[in-house]
């Protein structure tokens, strides 16, 4: 079966339902982030080499309008900013998409100042291992993604980039719009239509409608366990989860990224958000899947301590059977393996 997804510029989104219900995605939330620093380039690059379908740069813009990796534009806990004396005056606070902000943003530095510092952990005490690396790598451009994707597409293998918008709106009520600018910058690359191996995300709705008529690509409809769109496109993204809601959001995009609890919450029974959103032709890619116990439901646990690793592939396994269409995990390797045995196992029963 092939499903047409919406009309206009997105309506050559059109992929056998069949090959994603098989072929379930790996996608590297942030890199290899439960390993490394997230969104830097060694962290990309090991979950690549751990074989990764997708590696997921969070897009924000500099003062100069370049697209750089970072989780959000405030940099005061993914960077070594607070250690550079030359910075200390653009301390500042700012409100975004509602919430109070003080520390450093990447708008008020440009590309060539952003390179002067250095990522650091974001989560040092469930991860120590990872601050081990603090100060050691740069933050990366989208564009150094976008060449470390290719230069690792040989030989048969296409590795993909799955770039979300943080904070659309935010940056464009400070004359910095985001939509025009990756376009073009993701069409330079040769990348504009349906088949080739990019997703745009963003929890915002305005910003993929306006993407929609501007490219080809697929489009991701993030929707989070609970509030709501930070433009007011939308009343909540619970609404958005109804049969309704999702076919209003068919009409733009290729799919849905939910909060894996919007699926099934701890060990409470699934929802139907799987079976609602297939039956409008959407895709599904949850997140975010992890290894430590605090992000695992009880049943999965080893132990009381939440830094622990628990059983992250039984997790991915369990979403896996109820039918998702890919995933986010910051364990790239164990996605890759929990998919492998899903598919051998499924295999042996045919």
């Known amino acids: 079966m092939v499903l047409a997804l919406a009309s206009g510029p997105a309506s050559a989104q059109t992929v ?11 996608i590297a939330h942030r890199g290899a982030s439960g390993l490394r620093p997230e969104h830097t380039i060694a962290s990309y690059t090991l979950a690549i080499e751990m ?5 997921e740069p969070d ?44 520390g450093w943003f990447t708008e008020d530095f440009t590309l060539a100042e952003l390179k002067t510092l250095r990522a650091v952990e974001r989560l040092p005490k469930l991860r120590p291992d990872n601050a081990k690396y603090d100060g050691q790598f740069e933050i990366p451009t989208l564009a150094e993604v976008i060449a470390l994707a290719k230069t690792h597409s040989t030989n048969g293998r296409v590795v993909g980039i799955y770039p979300e918008t943080k904070h659309p709106s935010y940056f464009a009520q400070i004359g910095h719009p985001m939509e025009a600018r990756l376009v073009a910058q993701l069409k330079a690359a040769g ?12 929890f915002e709705v305005n910003n993929l409608k306006r993407l929609h008529t501007m490219t080809g690509l697929r489009l991701i409809q993030l ?4 509030g709501a769109p930070a433009d007011a496109a939308a009343p909540s993204y619970a ?14 995009a290729y799919g849905i990224g939910p909060n894996k609890d919007l699926i099934q919450k701890g060990d409470d029974a699934p929802s139907t958000l799987v079976a609602d959103a297939h039956a409008v032709g959407l895709r599904l890619h949850p997140w975010t899947f992890r290894a430590e116990n605090v992000f695992l439901p009880p049943s999965l646990r080893t132990g009381t301590d939440p830094a622990v690793h628990g059983r992250l592939a039984d997790e991915i396994t369990r979403f896996l059977d109820l039918g998702i269409d890919g995933f986010f995990t910051d364990f ?6 929990a998919r492998a045995a899903w598919r051998a196992k499924a295999k042996a029963t045919q």
């Open 191 to 202: 990348w504009s239509k349906p088949g080739d191996p990019v997703f745009i995300q963003s």
């Open 51 to 55: 074989g990764a379908d997708f590696i």
């Open 332 to 337: 790239a390797y164990i996605g890759v393996d």
């Open 239 to 252: 609404a958005m989860a109804t049969p309704a809601g999702l076919t209003a959001v068919a009409r733009y």
């Open 223 to 226: 929707m989070d366990a609970s």
């Open 59 to 102: 897009l924000v813009l500099t003062k100069d309008d370049v697209f750089v990796c970072r989780h959000e534009n405030d940099i005061t806990g993914t960077t070594d900013v607070a250690k550079h004396p030359e910075f200390a005056a653009r301390r500042t606070e700012k409100v975004i998409d509602g919430e109070k902000h003080n």
């Open 16 to 26: 056998p339902m069949s090959q994603a219900l098989t072929s379930p995605t790996v």
